[in-house]
Structure formats: structure tokens, C-alpha cells
């Protein structure tokens, strides 16, 4: 009994040092944070109880959450999220149908904005999109005569989220594109003998009845990450137009308006709100996306 007692036991002592770093940094501020958001919170004084008149103030008095932010946060979610996703199975098929030196070499450059997102973004980005004259896509259209005088194209509450959506899809080919790739890679051959055997012609059919089911797991994990990184960026307007809150709060998304109320307004119950929201917005697109790649049994 004593054996068979430690035994059992055994798979807590393997699965501890997990636990507790789960129960430190994410069960236990996630906890925090829904307490907090039924409080009052300024970081001096003690948190004050009042209730859900956070959530109140959510749905009913905060206008620009409910005129601005939220539409945003949702547009840049379907456009990045769904187009994103969609780009990286697409571009992860393309390359996986190259040999191995050039699959390699492709792999490297379609990964690698993800990794140098935030250099590039001062670089690149907010050098091509520069309101003077010597900013690149201006000087552009000045010589081909489309415009007559620089845009302001990071000022500009017109193009600011079509910006954000244009460098977020360029570098939105991360982990979930490995994922998918590898996935890709390790569907079983004899897989695709059976369906042209069965009556599939071509290679849509292909990916529609063979490659997709076969790698639901990449599928699933890839559409995680990409719900996750979608509705927690915040850096990427900020960084273009070098202002939080952004320009006319045209790329302003919930991460900037929880760190607006928090860190800046030191209004720390009410952020706390708003990142519950979050955190309630991410879960139910993650049991869509489990509902369409879990598996069932």
C-alpha cells in the first residue's frame, strides 16, 4: 500500500515545478486581477469595494471604449487574426513543397519579421511612412504626381489602422507558422495514396480532406497563438505613431486603453476590468478555434 501510495504521488513531485510557476504568474495574478476589478484602485491607497460599478462604467459611460476601441480591437482581429492565420497555412504549404536547402532559407525569411518586429518598426516602417518629404512612400507618390504635398501617414487617423494591419500581417508569421509547417512536413505520404485512391483529383482536395485533418494539433495550436498575439498587441500603433493614446485614438486597441487607464491615469480597478474583458474576449475565440481543431472523442 505504502508503494503504491508513493507511486501515486510521484507524477505531483514531476509536475511541481510547472505548477508553481503556473499558480505564481498566471493563476494567481489573473485572480488578483478580477478581485481588483470590482474595486477601486489608484496604486496608493488600499483597493475600495465598489462592486460591479466598474463593468457598469464599462458597458454604459465609457464611450470611447464602446466607439473606438472595441470596433478597433475587432477589425484588427478579423483582418490579422483570420488573415494571418490564413497566410501562414498558405505560405507554410508553399514552402513545405520546396527541398530542404530552399525550404530552410524560405522558413528563415518568412520567420524572421517576427522576431525583429520591433527594430524594423523604427527602421523600416516609420521611415517608409515619414510625414516629410523624404519619407519614402512620399517621395514616391510626389514624383509620380499622385499627391501634390506629403501625407502625414502615422498622424493620420484615415491610414493609422491600415498601417497597423499592413505591419502586423508582415509580421504575424511566427511560431504558429513553424507549427504549421512542421505539421505539414509530417503528414503520413501513404495518407495522400489512399485519397487519390479513393477519388481525390487535385491538390485543393488535397489540403481540404487530407492535410488539414491530419494536422489538426499545428491547426489548433496555430490558431491559439495567433487569437493571443492578435488581442494583445498593443506596442504596434504606438510605436508607428509614437503616442499612447494614438492620434484621434484611431489605433487605439484594449491593451493601449488598459495601460491608459493604468499606468497612466493610475486608475488600476478599472484597468483591471478591462483586462478581464480581455481575458474573457480571448477565451471564447480560443473554444471557437478548439471547437473547429480539438479533437473529440
Wanted: charged share 10%.
Amino acid at each position: 500500500m505504502r508503494i503504491s501510495s508513493k507511486k501515486d504521488r510521484g507524477h505531483w513531485f514531476l509536475l511541481s515545478p510547472y505548477l508553481v510557476l503556473f499558480i505564481v504568474f498566471i493563476a494567481l495574478p489573473v485572480a488578483v486581477a478580477i478581485y481588483l476589478s470590482f474595486t477601486y484602485f489608484n496604486a496608493i491607497e488600499k483597493p475600495k469595494w465598489i462592486g460591479i460599478q466598474n463593468y457598469i462604467t464599462l458597458i454604459t459611460r465609457d464611450t470611447l471604449f464602446m466607439q473606438k476601441v472595441l470596433p478597433n480591437t475587432i477589425k484588427y482581429a478579423l483582418i490579422v487574426g483570420v488573415g494571418g492565420y490564413i497566410l501562414s497555412f498558405i505560405l507554410a504549404w508553399l514552402v513545405a513543397q520546396l527541398t530542404r536547402i530552399p525550404r530552410t532559407i524560405f522558413a528563415l525569411i518568412i520567420y524572421s519579421p517576427s522576431l525583429t518586429a520591433g527594430v524594423t518598426m523604427s527602421v523600416i516602417w516609420r521611415v517608409l511612412f515619414n510625414g516629410d518629404q523624404q519619407g519614402y512612400l512620399n517621395a514616391l507618390l510626389l514624383k509620380l504626381g499622385i499627391i501634390d504635398k506629403p501625407i502625414q501617414w502615422l498622424q493620420s487617423p484615415q491610414h493609422l489602422m491600415d498601417i497597423m494591419i499592413l505591419v502586423s500581417l508582415w509580421s504575424s508569421m511566427g511560431v504558429g507558422f513553424l507549427a504549421m509547417l512542421a505539421g505539414i512536413l509530417n503528414v503520413d505520404e501513404q495518407l495522400y495514396e489512399a485519397a487519390y485512391i479513393d477519388g481525390i483529383k487535385n491538390r485543393l482536395q488535397e489540403i481540404i480532406y487530407v492535410t488539414i485533418p491530419a494536422m489538426k494539433p499545428q491547426m489548433l495550436f496555430g490558431a491559439v497563438m495567433s487569437i493571443v498575439n492578435t488581442f494583445t498587441s498593443a506596442g504596434i500603433g504606438v510605436a508607428l505613431s509614437g503616442s499612447n493614446p494614438t492620434p484621434q485614438y484611431a489605433g487605439q486597441l484594449i491593451v493601449n486603453h488598459i495601460e491608459d487607464y493604468g499606468f497612466l491615469r493610475y486608475e488600476m480597478g478599472y484597468a483591471a476590468a478591462l483586462s478581464v474583458v480581455l481575458l474573457l474576449i480571448i477565451w471564447f475565440f480560443s473554444r471557437i478555434a478548439w471547437r473547429l481543431f480539438g479533437e473529440r472523442y
